[in-house]
């Protein structure tokens, strides 16, 4: 199958631009992976530490501002506790639905009861006269949701470091293949690179000093390429030229050998002369001609 030149710098070409796009695929296949896993992280697990600790704020408000309505004898602001209960209560149904670690749904089940109870007894203490019983009730319901929304917060800081490792280690591991990646598509590059150059400089080398030596009359030079491209037609036109011009020197030579008599007289010789460099100098000039030729082949 013929291949021209202008095929193989295009084929060249599609080549180096394959291996870009392989780097560019896998570059941008290991950074989404990344992403993905840090944002897994900021997504999920951080937002339920969020959540955890925004809940346990709302229990301690409530808690001290009851407190401090007992030990002041005062009715506690219910507009404040109410706030309170609501924000608790939208961040529990927040962190419903953003499940993320295994046992979590049934810690935040056991929050949910927990709160139901809390919210009760908070109830029940604007209605009435706060005891100290009532109060230390309260104390220990609020101590064992407080402690569960801890386990809420420390399970997910936990899944944090835990992913935020992982992330390094793939961070790490993808570049490594990358390097490894990017090295051998160097490598091949290069090659394919040299490769070609080498192909086209050879060739030009080649016919460049057949060129100058058919300038220098050597008619004997010849043009051998492999291959299937403009490079061999023009060995082989050039081949051609060259035993054209070898053939006609040598016909040349044997007519004027022929034409000129064995006896030519003294006075003649001057004429002789004369025609001989005439000859040569047709001769220079075609020579030129045809490396003029040449060039324009080139």
Excluded: W
Excluded at 140 to 154: H, R
Excluded at 274 to 287: G, H, N, Q, V
Aim: glycine share 4%; net charge negative.
């Amino acid at each position: 199958m013929k291949r021209s030149i202008g095929t193989r710098f295009t084929m060249g070409m599609i080549f180096l631009f394959l291996i870009i796009l392989i780097l560019a695929v896998f570059s941008g296949y290991y950074m989404n992976k990344l992403s993905q896993k840090t944002s897994a992280i900021l997504k999920e697990n951080y937002l339920s530490v969020v959540y955890s600790r925004e809940m346990s704020e709302g229990i301690v408000s409530i808690n001290q501002e009851l407190t401090a309505g007992f030990l002041r004898n005062r009715n506690a602001d219910s507009s404040e506790i109410g706030m309170e209960l609501s924000q608790i209560n939208k961040s529990l149904l927040a962190e419903k639905n953003n499940i993320t670690e295994p046992g979590e749904d049934k810690l935040v089940s056991d929050i949910e009861n927990e709160f139901k109870e809390f919210r009760l007894s908070v109830f029940k203490l604007f209605n009435s006269s706060i005891s100290p019983e009532e109060l230390l009730s309260l104390q220990n319901i609020t101590g064992i949701l407080y402690e569960k929304l801890l386990l809420l917060s420390q399970m997910n800081g936990n899944a944090i470091q835990s992913k935020t490792d992982d992330a390094k280690s793939y961070s790490n591991r993808a570049t490594t293949q990358m390097t490894i990646l990017a090295s051998f598509c160097f490598l091949i590059g290069m090659s394919f690179t040299f490769s070609f150059a080498s192909y086209f400089r050879q060739r030009f080398f080649q016919l460049y000093n057949g060129i100058k030596e058919i300038d220098s009359n050597n008619f004997d030079q010849h043009l051998y390429f492999d291959g299937n491209d403009e490079f061999f037609e023009i060995s082989l036109v050039f081949n051609e030229m060259a035993d054209k011009l070898k053939e006609n020197k040598r016909k040349m030579s044997v007519t004027l050998e022929k034409e000129i008599p064995a006896d030519i007289r003294s006075e003649n010789s001057d004429e002789l002369k004369r025609m001989l460099s005439r000859l040569k100098i047709l001769e220079e000039e075609a020579a030129a001609l045809i490396s003029k030729i040449g060039k324009n082949r080139v």
